[in-house]
Every structure is written in C-alpha cells, then in structure tokens.
C-alpha cells in the first residue's frame, strides 16, 4: 500500500543525519532495502538539528528514561543487523553542520560512500565528527581528497543545497531521522524499512 | 542477548494503556509473541499519563507532524497485522483512569479478555473508553459483569494497584507504551516484539 504514492514512484528517498544513530542504522540496511524493493535508494543529506527546530520536535535523548533505554536498543539492533556500534559519549550530541555540508559537495552517487565512512568515523570509531580533521581523514579513508570536498563545503551552492534538502524534507512531513519517502509517504525509523521494501514491491506491480 | 534479564526468566511483562495505539497493535501481537517466545506474557495495565508525567515524556502526538505521520504509520501497521484501526478522532485523547482501574479489578487471568474488549471499544469502534457506559458496556460483551467491575474499580486497593503497576514500570525504566520487559530489559514498542521473542527464546536456552 503507498499512500499518495502511486504509480511510477521510481526511487525511495533516505533523508539522514550523520549525527542520528538510528540513520547509522538505516544506512547499513539501506542497500538490502534497495535490493528487496527493487528500486535505487538517494541518499539526501539533511540537518537533524533544524528539522527538529522547524517542527517542534527534539532529540528523543533528552528524556532520561528514553536516553538510557536507546543505549540498550540501539546495542541490541546493531547486534541484530549484524554491525558494530559503539556510542560516542565523548562527543555526543556532535556539531553535524559541516559533515552534512561535505555531502553536499560531493557528487550525488558518491554519498552513499562518503556518508558511510562519516557513519563509521562517529558510530564506530567515536571520533568527533563535527571537526574538520575527522570529516577530512575519514573521506581520505575512503578515497577521496578529503581536504578539497571540506573545501567545498563552504561554498554557498553547497550550503544552499543542504538547507534545501532540510526543507524540503521538513516541508514533506519529516520531523525526524531516518525519514524515507516512496513518493509522498513518509515512513519514520529504520525499524520501518521492512515495511517499506515491501510496498515498493506492491508498488512496481 | 538479555541484558540483566539472564537464565531462569519465565515470563515476558506487557505494559500497557488501553489509550495507547500502539499498545492496541501490541495487545493484538502478544499472543502470537508469547507463542514464538515460549513463555507466557503477564499483562500489566498502567496509566500512561502517569507515566509522562514521572518521566518528563510526552505524548508524541504534541509534534504536529508526528501526529501526521502517526495516522499513516498506524493504518499501515494494522494492515499488515491485519486487525482493523479507525482512529476515534472524537474522543481522543480518552482520560483512561476508569478503564485501567477497572482492568486491576478482574482477576489477573482475565486481563487480556477484558482489555482486548476495552481496546477494541476505543481502536475499533470509537466508543469514549474513559466513559463508564462504554466500559461496562464493552466488559458485558466480553462475558463480564460490567457493572460490578466498574463498581470494584473504585476500591482503595483497586486504585492502590494501578498506581503500584504505574510506579514500578517508571522505576524499571519505563517511559511509554507498549513497554514489555524481559526480566531487566525494556522493550519499548510494537515494534520490538519480534526483537522480544527472540531473545526470550535464546534466554530460555
């Protein structure tokens, strides 16, 4: 079933923040969820921190209960995806202005790449991925000029394509992250993507 | 992987607010969780409002676009578990007070029954569930004496157990609902009851 979906919906869109520890989640799963849907999946950088401004939301860790309980959750699905995960409580919440920026500087097919070595630096590695030095290192380590991409980051197309991306994500309905979209419907969480993959398929038939 | 729950755990514990959808998606679930877990689930009935208020939590419907999206997300959900939804936009949110006490005044046996009935008054049909003619009314079509169960759901002891069953879900970590724990290990959501039975069923190994 796709709500306002349609017909003809030819990609699924992945709006994520390299700070989201669930989109850590959903980036991993994302190419088996390409895979079982049977359509490409964009990578669509956005800024976590205004779309929870723009809508009113806020990070679910500033609830003490539910801070303590996606520690356990999030070890818990990691494990059940089978990936490593190690929480960065030395630099959590990180500034993700210019890592989410860096992504908007490179070309469109090579995010998923790029965002990926971002994902592991911080979810991972636990390195600051708010600093420059850490956003550099890691794209090197995935065979980029890590320097020129952060270069570029500052050009202002770049950031006019990350706040684009942000409202038009907020615009869409997003109030959080991972936020996928199958043409106009939302589908919030990467414990969503099953579902998601499977009316894909519903909606190629 | 239990954590804290370790050997010897022999039930799974499911609390829950008959005002709470997604407790209505989990209360249809359990059933087949506490087949695929092996071990029986003790529901506990809790006041949610109660809950927020001990935790700083609120309901995730105060966020505008989270309430949007929840419509979507809660229609797709029960179409998958193939039970019916009508969201009852009339009444809600219901005060639960009544209902929850009424569900500590029924034998602990009986919980599931009388609150399946209760949730499928409000989830189903979109009768005010806080309204004591809606409660007895639904507990009669369930086989009960409505009437005497509402009467027993203003005892002292009555109201002393809901509030007991509320207080020790908030000291155990919990913060919403459905919250299920597997000996210490919360579980939070419809949507880990698959997480759930197979972690019962490796503790039970």
Redesign the interface.
């Known amino acids: 079933?796709v709500?306002g979906g349609g017909v003809g919906v030819g990609e699924i869109e992945f709006f994520f923040d390299v700070a989201s520890s669930y989109s850590y989640l959903a980036a991993v799963a994302a190419p088996g969820v390409a895979e079982a849907a049977g359509l490409p999946v964009r990578w669509r950088p956005m800024l976590l921190g205004a779309v929870f401004k723009a809508?009113?939301?806020a990070s679910p860790a500033l609830?003490?209960?539910?801070a303590?309980?996606m520690m356990?959750?999030l070890?818990?699905?990691a494990?059940?995806a089978g990936v490593p995960f190690v929480f960065p409580a030395r630099h959590f919440p990180p500034n993700s202005l210019l890592p989410m920026r860096a992504l908007c500087a490179v070309a469109e097919g090579e995010v998923p790449r790029a965002a990926r070595a971002l994902f592991d630096a911080f979810w991972v590695r636990g390195g600051d991925v708010g600093a420059a030095a850490v956003v550099v290192e890691a794209l090197d380590g995935a065979g980029f000029d890590g320097a020129a991409v952060v270069a570029r980051a500052s050009a202002q197309e770049v950031k006019d394509r990350l706040r684009a991306n942000t409202d038009e994500a907020?615009a869409r309905?997003?109030?959080?992250a991972p936020s996928f979209f199958l043409g106009d419907?939302?589908?919030?969480?990467h414990?969503?993507m099953g579902?998601l993959a499977?009316?894909a398929r519903g909606a190629r038939r």
Do not use: H, I, Q, S
């Open positions: 079933m709500e809508t009113g939301n609830v003490p209960a539910k303590r309980w356990g959750d070890a818990r699905e494990a059940r907020v309905g997003a109030f959080g419907a939302l589908y919030w969480g414990d969503r579902a499977e009316d």
